[in-house]
C-alpha cells in the first residue's frame, strides 16, 4: 500500500472560510491526521467518506479529496449511520457545526451516541451562527449578545461533552483549532476508537463571535485556563505546572502543589478507559474561573458497536434461516395449490 | 325443519367487535381459510386507531370485512350478507352496511341495558331503533355459551373470554359451510410453542359453536360458495405491506444490491419495517431511527454507500421527509420512497385509508424537484409495484415514491405465486472508467439523461456530492445557465422514465362517450363498477394508472378518444386536476370521496350512470 501524505487528503477546490476562521487549522489537522490513521490501519484513501451537514464547517467535505457527502441542516449525523451499516468497511468522517448538530440535529446527535456506531464527529463549536451571519446557538454563553439577542440571550447553554456522555458515549475529546499537534492526536485516537466518537473543536468565529475562546487559546492565559488531559498521566496543568487536580470526595478540585500539604502524588492520574462516566462527566463540566477547560481525549472505553451488531445479527440469521433466496420466502408458510 | 345448502356466487361477512373482541383474527382465519378451499377473496380491516379504545362504545368497534366468491373477487363488497355484532356498539356502527336480507348475529349477553346506553341506544330495541328488525336476526348468548363450554377447560375467566371470537366463527363456518380443519390446524401451529395448553379449548368452543349454530333452529339454510377456477399453480394469500416488503427484497436479489430499510414505525405503514426486520436472512438490513427524517436520512446514506435503500412511512411522516426527498434529486441517488396512505390533514384519521397524498407526493418539495410517481392497484400487485420502483430507482439514478393506501397495505389476496426468473435483472449503471482528466463527473449524463453511480471504497473515483447545485463534474456553481441547465436535466431524465414503462391498455373500445379513469387501490371497485354497468347495457370504457409521474406514453391520445373522463379518486380531485394540467383539452371530470373509507361499488355505479 502506497503511503498518504498531507497533500493526498487535499483537494483541488479553493477554500472559501474568511481568512482566520478557525475551520482552516480543523481542516489542516484533519488533512494531517489522517495520512497517520491511515498508516496505522492500513486503510486506502477510498475507504474514506466525510460527510456534513450545512454551515460553515460543513464545506470542509468539499475540500477533501475523498468521498464526501455535504447534506442538509442537521442530518449530517443519520446520513453518516446510513453509510456505515451499509458498508462498515468504510470510514466515515462528520463535520458539523453546533448549531447543526446540537439545535436542528440535536436528535440525530444523541441517537448515534447511545447506538455507538462506529462514526467520527468533528463538532466545531464557535458558539454562534455563521453562515446566517451572527445569531447565538444553543452553545452561546448565557447573556450572549447577537443578532437575535439583542439584550442578551435568556437560556442556557448546552455543554457537548455533558450531552455525549449523558447519551453514554463512547468516545469524547477536546481541543481548540489553533493547537494543531493536540487536534491530530484527538483524531487518531479517535480514528483509533471503535465506536461514536465525537471530538469537540473550539473554534474561533472570526467575524461573528472572535475572541470566544480567547481565555483559552491566548499564549498569556491558557496554560492556567486549560488542561491537557492524557491517559495515565496525572492531571497537573499550569505555566509552572504546579496546580493539579485531586478528588476531595464530594467533587473535583484544583490543588496547588507543595501548599496545603499536596504533593504530586496527591494528583488524579487520567484513566480515560475506566467505566466510570461521573469522573468524565466532572472533568467535562470544568470550566472557568474555578476550573481549568479539560482539553484532550477525557473518555475512551470500549462497547458493542451499532454497525457490528447489525451486521452480525445478519450473519446469524443467515446461517439459521432456511430462507436463502425470494423463491424460497415466497413459497413459505401457508399456500395451497390449484391442479 | 329440512335443512339445505343453498349455492351463493359470493357473500360478504363482517366481524364487529370492541377492539379487544379479536374480530380481526376471526375475519383473517374465515378468509384464509376460504383462500386455501379456493375461493376468490378480498379483505377490508376496519379498525380504530386506538389499540384498546373505550370498552362498548363505538369509537372502540373494530370490524373485518371478507367477501369470497366463487369467481375472482375484486372489492371486499359493499355491503354484507352476515353482520357478527359482538356488543350494541358495533351494531350501532355497522347496521347501515347491513343488505336488505342479510343475517345479523349478536351476542345476547352483550346487549345489556349498560351496553345498550353505552353505544348510545335510547330504547331497549335496538334493532327496530336501527330499523333493522326485519333481518334474520340470531340473538346468540355467546359469552354464556362460550363459558359454559369452557368450564372445564382449567382457563381463567379472562382467557375464556377471549375465546368468544373462535366460538362466533365456528356458527360463521355452519352457515357457510366451512370445514373447520385449516382452522384446527391454524391452532396447532400458533399454540404449539408457547401455549400448547390453549389448543384443545381453542378447539372445543370452535366446535361447540359449530354445533350450537347447527342445532339452533333459526337458522334453516346454510350457504355455500363453490371454489373459483383460478389459473392453475401455486397460491398464497398476502397482504399489501407484505407483498410491498417482499417486492423490495425481490428488488434486491434481481440487482444483487443488500437491501436498507431505515424507517420510523408509523400506522399503516409499519408492518413493511416489521416484514422486513423478519427477513435478515436475504441480507436485509432495517435501522428504526429515532424520527422520520433520520429513516429517509439513513437510507439516503445507504444509498450512497452502494445499497437498493428505502423508506417507508405515511402521510405525515412523508411531510417530515420532504427536505430530504430533494437531497435525493438533487445529490441523484437512488432511493424508494414508500407512502402508505392514510385519512389527512395532519394525523387525520390514522386507520382510514385516503388517496389525498397525490398532490404532495408529485409537488411537495422546494424548489424543481421532479420524482418518478407510481401507484400499486391491489395488495398483491404492491409486490409488483415496489419491484418496479426499486428498479427504476436504481436503473435512473432517481428517488421513487411509490404511493399504496391503508386499503391496500392492510386487505389481502389470494396470489398466484410468481417465480423469480421471470422477473428482469435489475442493472444499476456503475461507474466503470475515469474521463480524460482522470476524475469522477458525478452528473455527466447517458442518452437517458442517467448519471453513473460511484460507490465509496472505487478506487480513483473520490467525488463530491450534496445539496448544493452543482455543475457535471460534481464542482459547486451558481452560474445561471449551469443551474437552468441542471434542473432541465434532472427533469429530462424523469420524463425519460416514462420510455421504460407500458402504454396504457384501455379496458373496453378506444374511443367512445365516456371513459372511467382510475388510479392506485380503487382498481377492484371502479373494475367491478365498470362490469355492473355493462351488464346493465351501459357503454364505457376504462383505464388505470399505475404510473402516475411520467404518464405512460399514449396517455393523451387515450384521454382525447372520449368526450368524457370521469376520474374517480379518494380524494377531491387531486389526479383529475394534475391530468387537466398535463392534457388541457380533454375533458376531465371529477368523482371524488374523502371519508377514510373505500369507494363503494354502488356510488361508482351511479357516478358512471350520470355521465354515460
Known sequence: MATLSFKDFKSDQEVRWCPGCGDHAVLASLQRALPKVSQALSYEKERYVVVSGIGCSSRLPYYMDTYGFHSIHGRATAISTGIKVANPWLTVW????????????????????????????????????????????????????????????????????????????????????????????IMTAAALHDGCSVMEMLTNCVIFNDGAHKQLSDPALKADNTIVLRHGERMIFGKD??????????????????????????????????????????????????YPVALGVIRDVRDITYDDGVRDQVKDVMQKSKIHSVDELLHSGSTWEVE | MEHKIID???????????????????????????????????????????????????SGVSGFQVHIGDDSVSTPGDFCDLLVAMNPAALMANAKWCKRNAMILVDADAFDEAGLRKAGFTTDDPFAELKVQDRNLIVAPITSLTEESLKDSGLDRKAILKCKNMFTLGMACFIYDRPLDYIFQYLERKFAKKHPEAIAPNKKVLNDGFNYAANLQMIPDTYHVAPAHPRKGTYRNITGNQATAWGLLAASEKSGLPLFCGSYPITPATQILEELAIHKSLGAKTLQAEDEIAGICTAIGASYAGNLAVTTTSGPGLSLKTEALGLAVMAELPLVVVDVQRAGPSTGIPTKTEQTDLNQALYGRNGECPMP???????????????????????????????????????????????????????????????????????????????????????GFEHRVGGLEKNHKGVLSSDPANHQLMVDEREAKVQKVADFIPELAVDGPAKGKLLVVGWGGTFGHIYSAVEEVRAEGVQVSRVHFDYIYPVPRNTEEVLMGFEKVLVCELNSGQFANYLRGLFPK??????????????LVSELTEAIKKEA
Open chain 1, 94 to 185: 462528520q463535520a458539523c457545526g453546533d448549531g447543526d448538530a446540537l439545535a436542528i440535529g440535536g436528535n440525530h446527535f444523541i441517537h448515534a451516541i447511545r447506538r455507538n456506531i462506529d462514526i467520527n464527529i468533528i463538532l466545531f463549536n464557535n458558539q454562534i451562527y455563521g453562515l446566517t451571519k451572527g445569531q447565538y446557538s444553543p452553545t452561546s454563553k448565557f447573556g450572549a449578545i447577537t443578532k437575535t439577542s439583542p439584550y442578551g440571550t435568556v437560556e442556557h447553554p448546552f455543554n457537548p461533552g455533558s450531552l455525549v456522555l449523558g447519551a453514554k458515549g463512547t468516545f469524547f475529546a477536546r481541543s481548540l483549532d489553533v493547537e494543531l499537534k493536540l487536534n491530530e492526536e
Open chain 1, 241 to 290: 505546572r504546579d496546580k493539579g487536580l485531586i478528588f476531595d470526595g464530594k467533587k473535583l478540585r484544583v490543588v496547588h502543589i507543595g501548599e496545603g500539604g499536596f504533593t504530586e502524588e496527591d494528583i488524579l492520574i487520567h484513566d480515560a478507559h475506566t467505566d466510570n462516566i461521573g469522573i468524565h462527566m466532572a472533568l467535562a463540566d470544568m470550566k472557568g474561573p474555578d
Open chain 2, 8 to 58: 351463493v356466487a359470493d357473500v360478504v361477512i363482517r366481524f364487529a367487535g370492541d377492539s379487544g373482541d379479536g374480530m380481526q383474527l376471526a375475519g383473517s382465519l374465515f378468509a384464509d381459510m376460504s383462500a386455501i378451499y379456493g375461493n376468490g377473496l378480498s379483505t377490508f380491516p376496519d379498525y380504530p386507531a386506538e389499540i384498546r379504545a373505550p370498552h362498548g362504545t363505538v
Open chain 2, 373 to 459: 410517481v407510481i401507484a400499486a392497484h391491489s395488495p398483491a400487485h404492491c409486490f409488483d409495484a415496489a419491484f418496479n420502483a426499486a428498479k427504476i430507482a436504481l436503473e435512473h439514478m432517481t428517488p421513487v415514491l411509490l404511493l399504496s393506501e391503508g386499503f391496500l397495505g392492510n386487505g389481502s389476496e389470494p396470489w398466484l405465486i410468481p417465480s423469480m426468473k421471470d422477473y428482469p435483472v435489475i442493472k444499476p449503471p456503475f461507474a466503470k472508467s475515469l474521463p480524460e482528466d482522470g476524475k469522477f463527473h458525478p452528473f455527466d449524463r447517458d442518452e437517458n439523461f442517467v448519471p453513473e453511480w460511484a460507490i465509496p471504497g472505487q478506487k
Open chain 2, 586 to 599: 380533454a375533458n376531465i371530470l371529477k368523482f371524488g370521496k374523502v371519508q377514510g373509507q373505500p369507494f
